[in-house]
C-alpha cells in the first residue's frame, strides 16, 4: 500500500511544494514512480526510479527517498504545475498507486 | 508520433457488456506489455490488467477477475478490454497505458474512454 501525504496542498504560485509517498513496507527506489494529472487529462510520467526525471520534466521537480518514505518536490510552483500527483510502485501484480495528492492554487 | 488511441466507452445497464479498443502507433507494438488502467469520477487509480506481447496468462485485478477479459491482435497493433458482467461501480475513464521496462514505469497512456454503468 501506498499512503500519499498531503491529501491537498494549497500554495502559490512560486512555493516550494513536497508532496509524500510512503509505502506500507521497504520498496526498492528502482521501481518508485510519480506522475502527473491534470483535469481532463490521462496522467503523465514524471519521475521514474525515485529519483529520475522523465523525458521534458523541468529541472523544479526532483524526486527522493528510500526504504518506504519518498518525496516529490516541486522547487517552484508554475501556473502549469498545479494538478493532481500519484505514486506508484510495481514489483508484482497487483500495480500499487497511491491516493494522489492535490496541489492547487491558494 | 508514439501515440495510443482508445475508443469504446458508452453508456452500458448494469449486468451488460463492452468492448474497449486501444490502437497504437509510432512504436513496435510487440516489444510492450499493454495495461489497462481505471479512475472512477473524482477518484484515484486503479490498475485492471496487462498483456504480454505474446498475450499469454495476463493478470487481474480482483475487481475484474472473472469479468473482464484482456487480449490483443498484434497484426492490428491493437488491444482490447473485454467487459461482462458490468457493475454501476465500474463506471469510470478508462485508460489504456504502455508500460516501459527500461524505466519501470508507464511512459505513454491512451486519451481514456468513458464508460457509465447505469440503469
Known amino acids: 500500500v501506498l499512503t500519499q501525504s498531503p491529501g491537498t496542498l494549497s500554495l502559490s504560485p512560486g512555493e516550494r511544494a513536497t508532496l509524500s509517498c510512503r509505502a506500507s513496507?521497504?520498496?526498492?527506489?528502482?521501481?518508485l514512480t510519480w506522475y502527473q494529472q491534470k483535469p481532463g487529462l490521462a496522467p503523465s510520467l514524471l519521475i521514474y526510479?525515485?529519483?529520475n526525471r522523465a523525458t521534458g520534466i523541468p529541472d523544479r521537480f526532483s524526486g527522493s527517498g528510500s526504504g518506504i518514505d519518498f518525496t516529490l518536490t516541486i522547487s517552484r510552483l508554475e501556473p502549469e504545475d498545479f494538478a493532481v500527483y500519484y505514486c506508484?510502485?510495481?514489483?508484482?501484480?497487483?500495480?500499487?498507486f497511491g491516493g494522489g495528492t492535490k496541489v492547487e492554487i491558494k | 508520433q508514439v501515440q495510443l488511441l482508445q475508443s469504446g466507452g458508452d453508456l452500458v445497464r448494469p449486468g451488460g457488456s463492452l468492448r474497449l479498443s486501444c490502437a497504437a502507433s509510432?512504436?513496435?507494438?510487440?516489444?510492450?506489455?499493454i495495461n489497462w488502467i481505471r479512475q472512477a469520477p473524482g477518484k484515484g487509480l486503479e490498475w485492471l490488467s496487462f498483456?504480454?506481447?505474446?498475450?499469454?496468462?495476463?493478470p487481474y485485478a480482483d475487481s475484474v477477475k472473472g469479468r473482464f477479459t484482456i487480449s490483443r491482435d498484434n497484426a492490428k497493433n491493437s488491444v482490447f478490454l473485454h467487459m461482462n458482467s458490468l457493475r454501476v461501480e465500474d463506471t469510470a475513464v478508462y485508460y489504456c497505458?504502455?508500460?516501459?521496462?527500461?524505466?519501470?514505469?508507464?511512459?505513454?497512456w491512451g486519451q481514456g474512454t468513458m464508460v457509465t454503468v447505469s440503469s
Open positions: 506508484q510502485y510495481y514489483t508484482s501484480v497487483p500495480v500499487t
Open positions: 498483456i504480454s506481447p505474446s498475450g499469454d496468462h495476463p
Open positions: 513496507q521497504t520498496v526498492s527506489s528502482t521501481h
Open positions: 509510432g512504436f513496435t507494438f510487440t516489444d510492450y506489455y
Open positions: 526510479g525515485a529519483s
Open positions: 497505458a504502455r508500460w516501459a521496462e527500461a524505466w519501470h514505469a508507464f511512459d505513454v
